[in-house]
């Protein structure tokens, strides 16, 4: 799930943004280099279920993954209601 096809589609689906904040993630170029920052996230962790499914993951930056830990989307957006989905 790690391939660059999977990793561009991801990015596309938020225009390039951290799914979470909004922040801009780095280009693709960039990501080709393997220079990038970015992680892909799933919605549902697969350690409550969650699938390796486009549907389920999203890109989010480095700082909203960390904090985002284990969390499902749902329950780490409300838990920092200055996030917000784009
Ligand atoms: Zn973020």
């Given amino acids: 799930m790690n391939d ?9 689906k938020t ?3 951290c799914f979470y904040c909004g ?5 693709r ?14 919605i549902v962790p697969v350690s409550l ?8 993951l999203v890109a989010s930056c480095a700082e909203c993954n ?3 830990g284990n969390l499902t989307a749902e329950e780490f957006i409300r838990r920092a209601p200055h996030l917000s989905i784009s």
């Avoid at 922040?23 to 280009?27: Q, R, Y």
């Avoid at 170029?29 to 799933?42: N, P, S, T």
């Fill in 4 to 12: 660059f096809l999977t990793r561009a589609l991801v990015l596309a």
């Fill in 15 to 17: 225009r390039g943004r």
């Fill in 23 to 27: 922040a801009a993630l780095n280009s």
């Fill in 29 to 42: 170029l960039e990501v080709a280099m393997g220079k990038e920052d970015w992680h892909i996230d799933h």
């Fill in 49 to 56: 279920g969650g699938s390796d499914g486009l549907d389920n």
């Fill in 66 to 68: 960390r904090s985002k």
